[in-house]
């Protein structure tokens, strides 16, 4: 059985560029989350996917938006990006969406705006 | 709306010494609450979670959590520290009856002394 897996490891971008983030679930899960997580702050929720369709969002701008494919691999994408888009992005997957209580993170990607 | 205080952004112990890292709740609905640990660079690991079926949660390393109701807490504790132990620590919740997200505090870095 794989775990989370997160693509790439580290980017470095310049303000106003996009970035697609990537993440593949474990294996027989249905959900993906997406989190950003600040320097020395908890993550934050950003959305959720089940089944391919947004299923919950947190307070993020819609330059924030994401996939979920049918092979439940997901990615996040950020448009316009901004300085304080700075951080490290977590996907966790689950296996469902409703009481989705147990959630397997993967490394994360830092992502660096300049 | 779920949110969570962990009391001490830092906690420091000596190698050996009881570890109790503070954890309280606020929910409207009897929560799941979890436990989570990151290493540096590195994502998140679940240490234990709480779904209502015993108040005292055992998980991985050593540690173990109460779920005291009356006190809306989630303490986390390990008798003995050890030198690998060293690491960030989250308290997180997920509502029951459907919401979606963990919400997480802000996190306490333990550090362990020789």
């Known amino acids: 059985e794989t775990g989370v897996t997160q693509s790439p490891t580290h980017l470095i971008k310049t303000r106003g560029q996009q970035v697609t983030l990537r993440c593949s679930s474990q294996?027989?899960?249905?959900?993906v989350s997406w989190y950003q997580q600040a320097l020395g702050q908890g993550p934050q929720f950003i959305f959720q996917y089940y089944r391919e369709e947004e299923n919950g969002r947190g307070n993020f701008p819609p330059r924030f938006s994401g996939l979920q494919f049918p092979n439940y691999s997901s990615e996040l994408n950020v448009n316009a990006l901004e300085l304080d888009d700075s951080a490290l992005y977590l996907c966790a997957s689950s296996l469902a969406a409703v009481n989705s209580h147990e959630q397997y993170f993967g490394p994360g990607t830092r992502l660096t705006v300049t | 709306a779920q949110s969570v205080t962990q009391l001490g952004s830092h906690v420091s112990v000596s190698e050996g010494a009881l570890v109790l890292l503070r954890c309280n709740y606020s929910s409207s609905v009897p929560p799941y609450l979890f436990w989570y640990v990151q290493y540096p660079n590195q994502g998140l690991q679940l240490l234990l979670k709480y779904t209502s079926a015993a108040t005292l949660v055992k998980g991985i390393n050593g540690f173990e959590a109460e779920f005291k109701k009356s006190e809306t807490s989630f303490h986390l504790t390990k008798p003995s520290a050890h030198m690998s132990d060293a690491a960030e620590y989250f308290c997180a919740v997920i509502g029951r009856g459907g919401s979606e997200k963990l919400v997480f505090g802000k996190g306490t870095k333990l550090t362990v002394n020789p």
């Open positions: 294996s027989g899960h249905n959900t």
